[in-house]
């Protein structure tokens, strides 16, 4: 079991930065891919960034190559979203999520503990 919580998010205006930090705790949390989902009222839970366990693979989304960037510090069990450049449809609630799977996973349903969510808002 894991348990993850999120934090970082907020309003700011198009063109900002905000950081979002997923802190875990529970079984060997520094063992499994971790990633950053987002999702609208209006949308799906959207795949955004993810990582392996060691850090040394990395995967985004192609809306957010060249902005967002993920990455992981497994000796304080937190896994970083730095988001630059943002814009008005990086509006969402975004997720951290833990996947066994053995590589960065873009696909929500392969994760097996998520976060409560937190919530960005990029006015305009």
């Known amino acids: 079991q894991v348990q993850l919580v999120e934090s970082g998010g907020g309003l700011v205006q198009v063109g900002g930065s905000l950081r979002l930090a997923c802190e875990a705790s529970g079984r060997a949390p520094s063992s499994y891919t971790m990633g950053w989902f987002r999702q609208t009222p209006e949308k799906e839970r959207d795949f955004v960034a993810a990582i392996g366990w060691s850090g040394g693979r990395a995967v985004s989304a192609d809306s957010v190559k060249g902005r967002f960037t993920i990455s992981r510090d497994n000796a304080k069990n937190t896994v970083t979203l730095q988001m630059n450049r943002l814009r008005p449809e990086d509006t969402a609630v975004y997720y951290c999520?833990?996947?066994?799977?053995?590589?960065?996973?873009?696909?929500?349903?392969?994760?097996?503990?998520w976060g409560q969510g937190t919530q960005v808002t990029v006015s305009s």
């Open positions: 999520a833990a996947s066994y799977s053995p590589f960065p996973d873009t696909v929500a349903v392969n994760y097996k503990y």
